[in-house]
């Protein structure tokens, strides 16, 4: 009746930690690897992976990232690391389910192309007159959620059949550029 005694749909708890930069973002990933051997870092697209990787070899760390499609469910003992959002949501939860994890951690930057779409550069712009460092993390769940509509907005506007080997590449795909919202 009305929904009262229905499942209630399971929700994909997100952790988002957001640094102004790219570089700033990296250096987290170095220093969060540093701290914890068995944490684990996923890319959603080959040119993020790539970058880390080269950045992880830069400060003397040998270790794989991870791509989400190729990675099948990770030790138990081991903490998951996503590097990037995947533009649509539904991407992120169907990996989540299929980790069998209610939560995820996602590490981002506000110069990303999902952030671009929907105005980072102008928010990037506004914390640093605020004084906030680039090493400086945001967390907020104001930020999970935004990030949320981001994806909700592109999941309605787009045609859900994106590639790339960017998280900018998917979105010009799909025909997304800031003039289509």
């Known amino acids: 009746m009305f929904g009262l005694f229905g499942k209630k749909e ?12 790219e570089q700033a973002k990296f250096a987290a990933c170095v220093a969060h690897k540093k701290n914890n ?8 697209f080959e040119e993020t992976k790539n970058k880390l990787h080269d950045f992880f070899l830069e400060n003397g760390i040998e270790d794989q990232i ?11 003992d081991s903490e ?8 649509l949501r539904a991407e992120e939860e169907r990996k ?28 990037a712009e506004m914390m640093q007159k605020m004084g906030m460092r680039e090493d400086e993390i945001i967390q907020h769940d104001m930020i999970s959620k935004s990030i949320k509509n ?11 059949n994106g590639s790339g080997r960017s998280q900018g590449d998917w979105l010009l795909n799909v025909g997304l550029n800031k003039e289509s919202f």
């Open 10 to 21: 399971k929700s994909l708890k997100v952790i988002d930690n957001v640094w102004i930069t």
């Open 37 to 44: 051997a068995k944490v684990i870092f996923v890319a959603w």
């Open 66 to 76: 991870y791509l989400a499609d190729r990675l099948s469910i990770p030790q138990q």
């Open 80 to 87: 998951l690391i996503f590097v990037e959002h995947h533009p």
């Open 96 to 123: 989540a389910t299929e980790f069998g994890v209610s939560e995820i951690t996602v590490f981002s930057s506000i110069s990303e192309p999902l952030f671009k779409l929907f105005g980072g550069d102008r928010i």
């Open 150 to 160: 981001a994806q909700e907005k592109i999941a309605s506007k787009s045609i859900i």
